[in-house]
């Protein structure tokens, strides 16, 4: 079965404590993403990777790291710097192949992250 | 700064209603809108718009986008109890969706038996 697949679907952090939440696809896809959504509210970008050993900080990077050393996984650490992480972790993936519905994002089942 | 605004935020509704749920933006780029399904977990994906006035239909649920006036609507017909869910509008402002969306906070539609 092609997809996208996150663990742990449930993650507890204590204080000061870094965590990684895994991300592995098996859709041969260039491009990751990771997103976080509090409640009430949007996606929003944390870090995404458009090749192996090369990613980019989105929009809510800080206190956050990510490393992309194969093209099927891109892990998520959240740091002790993360003040607030207690969320739901969401993980895409798409295409970058020509056409504009290729570059499509497809997400992965989420990992809820919760602090102790 | 990119701008995705949904409205309503939530909605409740008799089944076999039909809605219309409202996303207009502002992006310094833009080359496609996506529309979302989510419900509990992944969000899954619904439709991606990228030209002006075309409808696009899947069943009962169909979307069209306006460029000039910087909106979309996503209408679903009859609606039915496994319709709820939160509906997520998206902007892809980069021109391949490899920068990363910008979203909409979503709108909560309730479909009440």
């Known amino acids: 079965d092609g997809g996208i697949t996150q663990s742990p679907k449930y993650l507890f952090r204590k204080e000061g404590q870094n965590v990684t939440l895994s991300c592995e696809q098996n859709?041969?896809?260039?491009?990751m993403y990771w997103y976080r959504q509090d409640p009430g509210q949007g996606l929003r970008l944390i870090y995404y990777?458009?090749?192996?050993?090369?990613?980019q900080k989105g929009d809510i990077a800080e206190g956050y790291s990510v490393s992309r050393e194969k093209k099927e996984s891109f892990p998520l650490t959240v740091t002790s710097a993360q003040k607030n992480p207690t969320a739901f972790y969401l993980c895409?993936?798409?295409?970058?192949?020509?056409?504009?519905?290729?570059?499509?994002?497809?997400f992965g089942p989420g990992t809820r992250l919760l602090v102790l | 700064e990119d701008k995705v605004v949904q409205s309503p935020l939530s909605l409740v509704v008799h089944e076999g209603d039909t809605v219309t749920l409202n996303c207009s933006y502002e992006v310094t780029n833009f080359r496609s809108l996506l529309w979302y399904k989510q419900e509990k977990k992944a969000p899954t994906f619904l439709f991606m718009l990228?030209?002006?006035?075309i409808e696009k239909k899947s069943g009962r649920l169909s979307s069209i986008l306006d460029k000039k006036e910087l909106f979309s609507i996503l209408n679903i017909t009859a609606t039915q109890t496994g319709d709820s869910a939160v509906y997520l509008c998206?902007?892809?402002?980069?021109?391949?969706?490899?920068?990363?969306?910008?979203f909409g906070k979503g709108t909560h539609l309730i479909i009440q038996p």
């Open positions: 998206a902007v892809d402002p980069s021109g391949g969706g490899a920068d990363g969306l910008t």
């Open positions: 859709l041969n896809h260039d491009a």
């Open positions: 990228t030209s002006s006035g």
């Open positions: 990777s458009q090749i192996v050993n090369d990613f």
């Open positions: 895409a993936s798409s295409d970058l192949g020509r056409g504009v519905l290729k570059k499509t994002q497809y």
